[in-house]
């Protein structure tokens, strides 16, 4: 993971986005906590506990990729590609995200990876989760004075129209 993660940063260069603090983390600790991981945690039993630790970690990674994204410290090598493809094609995350995933699934099946449905139900869901949990937990880094009064909109509401999110806030 670790070599991949250092490989893929060779993929920002011609999109010049630059690599941050969280970027050298993730590529580092990413890595680390995937071997740990599989070294320490036990095999889920039934297909219950299984379809629920899917749909949990999908769920709970969707949130922790827009709360290391969001803090602007530096994107992990994969979502470094889909800030600055959103960046710089104006498409949404969901899109972006979900068409990157969707690719390194294909090419990972064609070199003979196995693919189940947890890694389709990832590359079809992660970009939307990422999108979707954006607008609450990104930082601004270009506060607005607050509105006086209860029209002030908060929360995924106060995103662009129909659940966009503009990149800019959250790339830049």
Do not use: C
């Not at 599989?38 to 379809?51: K, N, S």
């Not at 530096?74 to 959103?86: E, F, N």
């Not at 090419?107 to 999108?131: E, F, H, M, S």
């Amino acid at each position: 993971m670790i070599v991949v993660g250092a490989l893929v940063l060779l993929l920002w260069i011609p999109l010049r986005q630059k690599p941050g603090i969280g970027t050298v983390l993730n590529v580092i600790v990413i890595g680390l906590a995937v071997d740990a991981g599989l070294a320490l945690l036990p095999v889920a039993g039934g297909w219950a506990e299984r379809v629920a630790l899917m749909v949990g970690g999908v769920v709970l990674n969707g949130l922790a990729g827009a709360l290391y994204v969001g803090a602007h410290l530096g994107t992990g090598p994969r979502d470094g590609l889909w800030v600055a493809l959103s960046r710089r094609t104006g498409f949404s995350t969901r899109l972006v995200r979900t068409v990157l995933e969707l690719t390194v699934l294909g090419i990972g099946w064609l070199l003979g990876g196995a693919v189940g449905i947890g890694t389709v139900v990832y590359a079809l869901a992660i970009g939307p989760l990422v999108q979707w949990f954006m607008p609450w937990v990104a930082v601004r880094l270009d506060p607005e004075p607050p509105a006086a009064g209860p029209e002030r909109a908060t929360g995924p509401a106060a995103a662009e129209p129909e659940g966009e999110i503009a990149v800019e806030a959250v790339t830049t």
